[in-house]
């Protein structure tokens, strides 16, 4: 059942997977999952060979009109795959559930097709592109400057790589963050204010990283 299909709950942008295969590298792909209704939706995402990715958040749940990000890590390969080829699908099911529920409270039924519930489902496959060919792949390319040397685009590449890793980390810990801030006040955790002060120390000390990686850059 393709992504964006008109009567899905949730539609997941990009409906695809592309990974950019480079040894001993792991790779990354940010898939953005809307929510279609003004229902509370909750996420699961499945994949037919888990050991090799890592997805998080795995399970969600996306407020009405509202969206999420997930970052899908292909772990790092020690060989090219055949052709570059892959048949690996990544599977996300959706699901309308109560306005106060709480991800961590999920019943563990919550996505099983017994006929009850209304379980919509949409199928994103995975392509491997080499990094010769990602030019014309439409994944983002480092630009390199005529007066430097290979070991010096090298180096460029490979800050801007870890800026942009850095950057997806900071949106996954302001997604955390808005979770603590929800849980606390459910909850009224009051452990919420240490936790809450240690994550705002890392976002700071991350966004502080990126700040100096773009602008070394410049």
Aim: glycine residues 6%.
């Amino acid at each position: 059942m393709p992504a964006a299909e008109g009567n899905q709950l949730i539609s997941v942008h990009p409906n695809d997977l592309k990974f950019v295969i480079e040894l001993e590298k792991p790779s990354f792909c940010d898939l953005k999952v809307v929510n279609n209704t003004e229902n509370h939706v909750a996420f699961k995402v499945k994949t037919t060979s888990p050991k090799k990715y890592f997805v998080r958040p795995n399970t969600g749940i996306v407020q009405p009109m509202d969206s999420c990000l997930i970052q899908v890590t292909l772990q790092a390969q020690r060989e090219y795959p055949p052709d570059m080829q892959c048949k690996d699908k990544f599977l996300l099911q959706s699901t309308i559930v109560p306005p106060n529920t709480n991800v961590d409270d999920l019943p563990t039924d919550t996505f099983n097709k017994d006929g009850t519930k209304d379980i919509r489902e949409c199928q994103l496959k995975v392509h491997y592109i080499s990094p010769s060919a990602q030019g014309n792949s439409g994944v983002e390319v480092y630009k390199s400057f005529p007066d430097q040397s290979p070991n010096s685009d090298y180096t460029l590449q490979h800050l801007k790589e870890e800026r942009d890793a850095a950057v997806r980390q900071t949106l996954h810990l302001q997604q955390e963050l808005g979770l603590l801030k929800r849980r606390r006040q459910r909850r009224n955790d009051p452990g919420f204010s240490i936790v809450f002060a240690g994550v705002v120390g890392v976002v700071g000390i991350i966004v502080g990283f990126v700040l100096k990686l773009y602008l070394s850059n410049e």
